[in-house]
């Protein structure tokens, strides 16, 4: 192989290396919905 072809090889496993390499996790927090309470039925025009 030429020297261009592994030059261009091992740029770009150093890259593919920096980007998978410091990943961290991001931590979502959702707050959870307050639960409502059904409507109850009394009748028709009450």
Known sequence: MSK???LLAA???VA???A???QEEEV???D???ISVE???TGKYK
């Open 4 to 6: 261009s072809i592994k």
């Open 11 to 13: 740029l770009g496993l």
């Open 16 to 18: 593919g290396l920096a």
């Open 20 to 22: 998978c390499g410091q």
């Open 28 to 30: 979502v927090i959702v």
């Open 32 to 34: 959870p919905e307050p």
């Open 39 to 41: 409507p109850v039925y």
